[in-house]
């Protein structure tokens, strides 16, 4: 069966720092990848998708994340972190049936 | 104007109550659903549809049912509201990728 781990429940960087958020998946084929953001009080927005070709995703608002199949993950990054990404971030996979299963997300925290 | 629309936003209502979440979208997406949020536990699929004639049970469908009266509206109903049905609430949509584009959510309490 299809899953997401996203390991850290919680993660706190400064103002500034790099930024990695861990997700694992496990799918038997060539998976649909995402990353959802979802600041206080909203819904999920779409930072970035992997369907083919280039491993390496660009998304908005300064994020990547790498699809490596040797290792099952997607991992997101940003080179520097400002207050407004904290909020709580949505690892997917697409389930090859027209489904999602969200991994149990991951809050990220900003120190000033 | 949002693509996907939540009504009622906020909701409280008291034990054995029946209550409707309605969704509305125009994105013109054919696929619809409906999800619970918990804290700590992600998003749990809880319905979902690929056409007003198409219904399928997700994860966690016991004590929910839906209607998909047309393309754009998914209301999601609780038959008999209990306290462990206190969640956020999202309806989502989806066209021909598998890309979801959700709504704002509907924070229900049950007492």
């Known amino acids: 069966a299809q899953s997401v781990t996203q390991p850290d429940i919680h993660i706190t960087v400064s103002e500034g720092a790099s930024l990695e958020l861990r997700c694992n998946y496990s799918y038997g084929a060539t998976p649909y990848l995402f990353w959802y953001v979802q600041s206080p009080g909203q819904g999920l927005q779409l930072l970035l998708k992997y369907f083919s070709g280039d491993t390496l995703v660009q998304g908005i608002k300064g994020f990547e994340a790498e699809f490596k199949r040797s290792q099952s993950s997607f991992n997101l990054r940003k080179p520097s972190v400002h207050w407004s990404d904290a909020a709580e971030y949505f690892c997917a996979v697409g389930a090859g049936d027209d489904k999602i299963i969200f991994g149990k997300g991951t809050r990220l925290h900003i120190l000033p | 104007d949002a693509d996907v629309t939540q009504t009622p936003r906020n909701r409280i209502t008291k034990t054995g109550k029946r209550i409707m979440l309605e969704c509305s979208q125009t994105?013109?997406?054919?696929?619809m659903y409906w999800y619970r949020q918990d804290p700590g536990l992600g998003l749990q699929l809880i319905y979902y549809?690929?056409?007003?004639?198409?219904?399928n049970k997700g994860e966690i469908s016991d004590g929910y049912s839906v209607s998909r009266q047309a393309q754009a509206k998914f209301s999601l109903s609780l038959e008999s509201a209990i306290p462990n049905q206190t969640a956020l609430y999202f309806c989502?949509?989806?066209?021909?990728?598998?890309?979801?584009?959700f709504g704002p959510g509907t924070r229900l309490t049950v007492l």
């Open positions: 989502a949509t989806s066209g021909t990728s598998d890309e979801q584009f």
């Open positions: 994105k013109g997406h054919d696929r």
């Open positions: 549809s690929f056409d007003v004639k198409d219904i």
